[in-house]
């Protein structure tokens, strides 16, 4: 009975399958590593190249360049680093001025590796991996996308600034007891604005200010100037309301600035010509820059990424600052959305599935798209039917990272393709999935011996 037990466990446990043996080979033999600090590089090459193969080299801009006179010198043309918070861009940017191959490789790739924890055994490491190509580089875009990339980040950076003042302008109002945010949208729209530095140059008369709305304002004068009846018009409270203002205007004279570099290094990539075609009318982005920003995308991209439900021009922008419009560096679709973060994990131990969450990313490009996905809520375009099925199916966090990725890949397939996005509509989405679920049920109907039939519709 024993003897039976065993040979029937046995033959359960499938056999092994034989891995064919891949010994490691030499791609990269003048390949150095290099690990960043914020005050000193620690920098290693081939043992064979010098005879002190570890130099430790300070931050400064003469030293970055004895560290490329010395990699000349030991004949190195490839070197990795890690990305370590800014330090690493100031000598990626003259490494790769000085011919080198350069590769910036994440961290979390070469840490989990017991007793190599200083900064010498760290270069030494990063150089004895590279050698092997065992390391892959991060994508960065071309130099002039990364001039893009980097004044529409400055950009959001002003944009959040602005709206702590104007948080400030709300508390200094509250602090008063001025309600006007109860009766208009904004504080910093036409309306608002024109009350509040009517408040500051010292007008306390609630009919005179109510009578500075705007027509398309639904509160009535009464209502406005029932608000602006401040209990107290304390000296400290209208200070802080004056500073919050100056800095708003200042934020926005900076904002101007910045959309005007934004325009010239846009029009310095543009490769396509012509304007994009008339389109579903849409109202201007809230925030977005003065200029044409949509025909400017246009000609740089070659298709209207606009033409996608959800996505507006900051969007499209936010997405093309980050990767730019050559898609060459992604092989697939599947490539780009793994690179953003918005593809499901594969978390799978003895054939059991134990985790399938997207990876922790903080990728700019990746954040704009699931805010573009969470705005389809609405849509009745596809994609709003599609967003609103994935919400019925699992909880939304999933549901705008499913979209999302969608939206990731329309775009990637725009861009290699140049093919403009056609919305099918919110009815021929419903048909489609209405077909694949009868499709389905009629196989599993089949393999059970039984056929569907369609009950008549009544009138």
Known sequence: MEQAMIQRNRSVIPKPVKARAAALTITHPNAAGIDIGSAAHFVAVPPDRDDEPVREFPSFTVDLNAIADWLKACKVDTVAMESTGVYWIPLFELLESRGFTVLLVNARHVKNVSGRKSDVLDCQ????????????????????????????????????????????????????????????????GETGQKI??????????????????????????????????GSN???????????????????????AECDTQIEQQMQTLQVHDGEPAKGKKRGRARNAPKFDLRTQLFKM?????TRIDGIDVTTALAVISE?????????????????????????????????GKTKRCANRAAQALRLAAAALRTSQSAL??????????MDKPKAVAAAAHKLARLIYTMLTKGEEYTDQGQAYYEERYRERVLRQLSQRASKLGMQLVAMPQTA
């Open 323 to 355: 990767t730019g419009a050559d898609m060459s560096r992604f092989p697939s679709d599947k490539h780009f959305a793994s690179w953003m973060g918005l593809c499901p994990g594969t978390k799978i131990t003895g054939g059991k599935v134990m985790s």
């Open 125 to 188: 490491w990063l150089q004895q991996l590279m050698t092997y190509g065992l390391l892959s580089g991060a994508f960065r875009p071309t130099e002039q996308v990364c001039v893009l990339r980097s004044l529409w980040r400055q950009r959001a950076m002003l944009l959040r600034s602005q709206g702590r003042d104007v948080q400030h302008m709300q508390k200094a109002l509250t602090q008063m007891n001025v309600q006007l945010a109860n009766v208009i949208a904004d504080v910093v």
């Open 384 to 393: 709003g039917a599609y967003f609103r099925r994935m919400c019925a199916r």
């Open 233 to 255: 018009w304390r000296a400290e409270h209208l200070f802080a309301l004056k500073q919050a203002l100056d800095a708003f205007d200042f934020i926005g004279t900076q904002l």
């Open 196 to 229: 509040l530095r009517a408040i500051v140059a010292g007008e306390r008369d609630g009919q005179v200010l109510g009578a500075m709305k705007n027509v398309r304002v639904k509160a009535s004068v009464e209502e406005i100037a029932k608000s602006l009846q």
């Open 301 to 305: 991209c070659g298709v209207d990424l």
